[in-house]
């Protein structure tokens, strides 16, 4: 009997403790909770750019329940909580020693989290000291570690500790864009207003370079391989990463030295006893080459290339300059050689809309040379550039010569506004194509032959 009532006793003691501990630590959830919704929430996230990082409310609900526990041992378990802090307090120290590195990562991670020099979403460049710049996404900025995604999918994991002592770049700060550099040299021979003509024109075009604040090049200096430029251009890193953006950027370089008949220039040795041989294309001094790389002439014999190269005149443009006006008369055609061209168009109230851009290699003002139509669009240059004009003049000889040449440009001219028409209407039956191809191929020649007089 005296069994049984010890141990009723001891259940009931065992019951009290519980129900007194489960108090302790409800009452904590309850205070957690409450942090949550008017502490966090109504007076640090405002304070905190309207996030609160998940870190420091972890922390702080780790000491509460640690406190908890401490007042558990003291109220419910009568332990000495003096002698069990100095107990804990020793512990704590050896622990600390073992684990000093993963401390310094959770302290750092806690001052990253209150002074928010980058939140998860931005872009960062971490230099750290002998190695590579790290360029990423922040990811996750957790207990031990902030996690950067970089441009080729790979997650970086530094510890915090290690972000608390480097110096990183905020690429988002204080505005979602940065500006970036990157530098190209040409040879000594290409007049630096040439080479900032055609460079300048390739870093505008370039998809992704922002229009605003403007992009520049600059002459950096020499080198022994020639004239150095630099490009300075701002770029949003959440639309297009660093990366991408200096592949786009030497795409453009690339296509631009092409049109223009030029090399980027390259270490070179060059031993010769008579002329220096030519190394590279001269605009001036081979239009005919550059003639052959339109697609409007692609049906022009060798002998018609060189006698409409001795008659196209190079005109230069200065950047704003308007080189053709919409509705004005026109008896001539262009080729952009290098530079870049903005095509605007004029509506019926009077209001004027950029439709597109010509990068070197595009030509305009075709209709009007073959049909005698008026301008169609208003072409200013962007940058200073560097076109060629066929007059008809120019052309004529070749017409009167080969009547059926006429039949050749304007089925290349129906073709090229057949592509863009059909490039926005894809449902269109392939016959239905064909059929609006040679419809406009025969009204074009009916309008050439006219204005030419050919018969």
Known sequence: MKFDIQLQAAFLTIGRYMVEA????????????FLEFFFWKKIMAPRLGGHVPKLLKDVLAGLLFVLACIGIAGSVFNLPITGLLATSGAIGVVVGLAIQSMIADLFTGMALSVDRPFVVGEWITLHERGLDPITGQVTEISWRSTQIKK??????????????????????????????????????????ERGLRILEAALKSA?????????KVRVNG??????????????DPVATSPSEGRNRISIAVLDHMHHAGLTLAFPKQVAYTAKMPQQHLESAADSKRLLERVELFKTLQPDEFEELASRIKPSVFNALETIVEQSDPGESMFVLVEGLLEVHSTSEN???????????????????????????ATVRAATNALTYEITKEAILPLLEKRPQLAEDLASAIAERQLASTSAHDKHREEEQIIRSREGLTKSLVRKVRDLFRLG
Request: charged share 20%; aromatic share 12%.
């Open 222 to 235: 020499t080198s022994q391989w020639g004239v150095e430029y630099e490009f300075r251009y701002w770029l």
């Open 207 to 215: 998809p992704g370079v922002l229009e605003k604040p403007a992009a």
């Open 151 to 192: 441009t080729d999918g790979v997650i970086v994991v530094v510890p915090n500790s290690r972000m608390g002592t480097a110096i990183f770049t905020n690429l988002s700060r204080p505005e979602n864009q940065s500006r970036f550099k990157m530098k190209f040299s040409l040879d000594f021979d290409v007049p630096t």
């Open 22 to 33: 489960a108090l302790w630590l409800v009452g904590t959830v309850l205070l957690i909770q």
């Open 350 to 376: 009077g209001t004027e809309v950029r439709v597109g851009m010509l990068t070197p290699g595009h030509f305009f003002g075709e209709i009007s040379l073959l049909t005698g139509e008026a301008r169609s």
